[in-house]
C-alpha cells in the first residue's frame, strides 16, 4: 500500500500545481488517497500490524472483502487469522488468494465465511 500511497501523493501533489483552483481527477485522487490513509491508519491500529512489513502492498479489495472486515470485528484474532492478512491480505501472496480466484472464475466473492486459504475460517476462531 506503501507504493500507491507515494504515488497518489505526487499525482496529487502535481494536479494542485497545475490546478490551483480545483479539477475533478484532483478531487477524486485526494479521495482516493484520503481513504488509503485512513484504511492504513485502521490497520496500523490492530494486533496483526506487527506482522505486516512497512512496505508490504494490501489487497486493492481490501475495503471491499467480507472476510476482512470480519476480521476488524474480531477482538483477538488466532495465529492463523494474523497470519492471513499479513501473507494473503498485506503480504506476498495476495494473488494467491482463493477469495479473489473465486471472484474472478464466478464473477461474485465466496461466502464471508471462507478464508484466503481456501476453508472456513471459523474453525480458527
Ligand atoms: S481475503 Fe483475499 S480478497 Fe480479501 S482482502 Fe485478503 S487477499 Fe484480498
Do not use: W
Request: hydrophobic letters at 30%; charged letters at 30%; aromatic letters at 8%.
Amino acid at each position: 500500500m506503501s507504493e500507491l500511497v507515494q504515488s497518489l501523493e505526487k499525482s496529487v501533489e502535481f494536479l494542485r500545481g497545475r490546478y490551483p483552483d480545483g479539477n475533478p481527477l484532483l478531487t477524486c485522487l485526494e479521495t482516493q488517497l484520503n481513504n488509503l490513509k485512513a484504511k492504513k491508519a485502521r490497520i496500523a491500529e490492530k494486533s496483526y500490524a506487527e506482522h505486516i512489513p512497512e512496505a508490504s502492498t494490501c489487497c486493492q479489495r481490501l475495503e471491499e472483502c467480507a472476510f476482512f472486515e470480519d476480521m476488524q470485528h474480531i477482538d483477538e484474532l488466532s495465529d492463523v487469522l494474523k497470519d492471513f492478512i499479513s501473507v494473503y491480505c498485506c503480504g506476498p501472496a495476495t494473488e494467491s488468494c482463493s477469495r479473489l480466484k473465486h471472484l474472478k472464475e464466478h464473477g461474485t466473492p465466496p461466502s464471508e465465511k471462507i478464508s484466503p486459504a481456501g476453508d472456513d475460517y471459523s474453525k480458527y476462531l
